[in-house]
T-cell receptor, first 112, second 112 residues
Framework: GEDVEQSLFLSVREGDSSVINCTYT??????LYWYKQEPGAGLQLLTY?????DMKQDQRLTVLLNKKDKHLSLRIADTQTGDSAIYFC????????????FGRGTSLIVHP | DTAVSQTPKYLVTQMGNDKSIKCEQN?????MYWYKQDSKKFLKIMFS???????INETVPNRFSPKSPDKAHLNLHINSLELGDSAVYFC???????????FGNGTRLTVT
């Protein structure tokens, strides 16, 4: 299986919360990241969490890390149509030369 | 503007040709990367370059070669282009290893 896995699609209504999930396999992770990619653009760093943290909040974004289950989630509160994009989870590990490994991305579609 | 910039944005060429993609960062970062994103949006690391140390993904064909004239530049040369090389190629940089990546806007390569 892949090192970092995400579901491919998520559809939500404007104003609702979105939760994007990610699982990873390597327990030697150092940092876990969330990136956002809009059409025709590069990846933009949204937030990241150090592997010894459980939670990080930044305005509308909340990251939860369950290290035991190797599960990472990104919650977007009050989702807006401008949040429609592909969201990538990524992991760096001490065994992987600290080069980020990305999941396949979750396409978030926000309906008005 | 401080950024990671890639040129060209679009590149259309025929099979068998040799081409280069340029990347420059003015962020003062020590580490640079090349990623390939396929039609299903999967991002795969090709190369990482840090303090003259090159880390190569072993699955990358040797037709691909990175060249770094200085710390701010990491160019990608591709020889004998094949149809399967068609993809979006992203350059990225980070302050040092194991820190967040800053991405360029990508180069869409189409091989006909």
């Amino acid at each position: 299986g892949e090192d970092v896995e995400q579901s491919l699609f998520l559809s939500v209504r404007e104003g609702d919360s979105s939760v994007i999930n990610c699982t990873y396999t390597d327990s030697s992770s150092t940092y876990l990241y969330w990136y956002k990619q809009e059409p025709g653009a590069g990846l933009q760093l949204l937030t990241y969490i150090f592997s010894n943290m459980d939670m990080k909040q930044d305005q509308r974004l909340t990251v939860l890390l369950n290290k035991k289950d190797k599960h990472l989630s990104l919650r977007i509160a009050d989702t807006q149509t401008g949040d429609s994009a592909i969201y990538f989870c990524a992991e760096t590990t001490s065994g992987g030369s600290y080069i980020p490994t990305f999941g396949r991305g979750t396409s978030l579609i926000v309906h008005p | 503007d401080t950024a990671v910039s890639q040129t060209p944005k679009y590149l259309v060429t025929q099979m068998g040709n040799d081409k280069s993609i340029k990347c420059e960062q003015n962020l003062g970062h020590d580490t640079m990367y090349w990623y390939k994103q396929d039609s299903k949006k999967f991002l795969k690391i090709m190369f990482s370059y840090n303090n003259k140390e090159l880390i190569i993904n072993e699955t990358v064909p040797n037709r691909f070669s990175p060249k770094s004239p200085d710390k701010a530049h990491l160019n990608l040369h591709i020889n004998s282009l094949e149809l399967g090389d068609s993809a979006v190629y992203f350059c990225a940089s980070s302050p040092q290893q194991d820190s967040p990546l800053h991405f360029g806007n990508g180069t869409r390569l189409t091989v006909t």
